[in-house]
Structures are given as C-alpha cells and as structure tokens.
C-alpha cells in the first residue's frame, strides 16, 4: 500500500483515462469498518458494505480489499482520518493508522494506494439522517457505519471534482 496526497490520487485515475476506476471510501472504528464505493464517474459515492474488525481477522480482510480491488477496478481507497479543528491528529486517529498499518503488513494489497481524508462530522451527519428510521441497535451501527464511509467518500470526490473544474485538470496532465 502506498500512501499518496489526494489530488495525486484523483489525478492517477484522470490520467488513466479510463472513466471505469472507482474509489472506495473506508470508515475505520474500533469494531467496524463501513465502506462505501464512487460510480464510475466518482461524482457519487454508494454504500457498499461493513467488514467486522478484530484482531485476528486482518488478512481476511485484506482479501476482502483484494477481491474489491479487482472486481470493482478501483483506483484507490480514501480513508476517513479524524484531524482536529486545528489540522493535527486525534487519539482515535491512532487506531486508522494502526488499521492501515496492518492491512500493509499482509503484502496483500501491495500496488494500491490509499490517501487519508477528513472524516469530522461524517459520522453525526450520517446519525442525522439515519434517526427517522426505526433499525434494531446491530442494523442501526452498521448503517451509520456505511454511511459514514459515504460522507466521507462524498467530501473527497466532492472535493476534487470542483478543483478539477475550477483549475482545468484533464486526463493529459
């Protein structure tokens, strides 16, 4: 895994040219991790699914991730980092890069490249949307889970498509 800023990772896909490649958006907890994954425009970020996280079972996720990779033709993961109002790290940011560190120590998923993205606020805007709805305490933290990762996948592409258009970056670059 490598990790790269999140324009160059955007702009690995742009110059491709290959409109197909997909992004797929992680929410990291300490019992789960929610995914969620961009169109094949990465305008629109979908929620995927939910991996349950424990501590014996990271190479089974890492051949999840490798499984997506391959039949979703992602491009990169963008992983949700809770940054303080003042730009530095929190203590639950720990526990994301403990996560990464781990899926990088299987070697399974040497090749893909991942950026971190701030996910402050993702996880009450998707509390927001999802109290209307009447699910049992299990559906109710996998739900928000999921769709967390689509807030945060939502900023990032919301994010880089409108400085893709406001500084003219195309697939030649």
């Not at 995927?48 to 999840?64: C, G, H, P, W, Y």
């Not at 996560?99 to 971190?116: A, C, P, R, W």
Request: glycine share 6%; aromatic share 10%; with cysteine.
């Amino acid at each position: 895994m490598k990790l790269v800023t999140s324009t160059a990772l955007f702009q690995q896909v742009l110059k491709t040219g290959v409109t197909k490649h997909k992004f797929l958006g992680l929410d990291v907890g300490s019992k789960y991790v929610g995914l969620a994954v961009s169109d094949e425009q990465n305008k629109i970020a979908i929620p995927l699914s939910v991996l349950e996280r424990t501590k014996k079972n990271i190479n089974m996720m890492a051949q999840d991730f490798q499984t997506l990779v391959r039949k979703l033709s992602l491009a990169g993961f963008v992983v949700g980092y809770p940054f303080k109002i003042q730009g530095q790290s929190t203590s639950d940011a720990v526990q994301v890069k403990l996560f990464i560190q781990e899926l990088h120590k299987t070697n399974m998923l040497d090749g893909v490249s991942y950026t971190y993205w701030d996910e402050n606020y993702t996880s009450r805007c998707a509390e927001s949307l999802l109290e209307q709805f009447d699910f049992n305490p299990v559906d109710a933290k996998t739900m928000l889970d999921k769709f967390a990762a689509v807030g945060i996948l939502q900023l990032y592409l919301d994010n880089m498509n409108q400085r893709m258009d406001s500084q003219g970056w195309n697939s030649k670059e």
